[in-house]
């Protein structure tokens, strides 16, 4: 069936880096661009990052340009996400999306930074 899971959340402190993994199955990942969401305590859900289905394409939201990097492997079927610099603002909620028809998410992975 399929599935999209994120893994590599976790508590981490200010300054430090964390990365984020998103593995696909049972759809044709490599045809789906893949956008990184993430909804922080009592806020909407906001676009963090964006990667085309090539990987030849990408997009920050201002909040994390220079911070975060976004990549795909393709041969994996996974998609990364790579935090430094964090800060306690970036505590959230994080998501995979494959953006197609269908769209397609993940459940979701906690990160926490303290100070």
């Known amino acids: 069936q399929v599935q999209l899971v994120e893994s590599g959340g976790g508590l981490v402190h200010s300054g430090g880096s964390l990365r984020l993994s998103c593995a696909a199955s049972?759809?044709?990942?490599?045809?789906?661009?893949v956008r990184w969401h993430r909804q922080r305590p009592g806020k909407e859900r906001e676009l963090v990052a964006t990667?085309?289905?090539?990987?030849?394409?990408?997009y920050y939201a201002d909040f994390v340009k220079g911070r975060f990097t976004i990549s795909r492997d393709n041969a994996k079927n996974t998609v990364y996400l790579h935090m430094s610099s964090l800060k306690p603002d970036d505590t959230a909620v994080y998501y995979c999306?494959?953006?197609?028809?269908?769209?397609?998410w993940g459940q979701g992975t906690q990160v926490t930074v303290s100070l």
């Open positions: 990667i085309s289905a090539s990987g030849t394409y990408i």
């Open positions: 999306n494959a953006k197609g028809e269908p769209d397609y």
């Open positions: 049972g759809f044709t990942f490599n045809n789906y661009a």
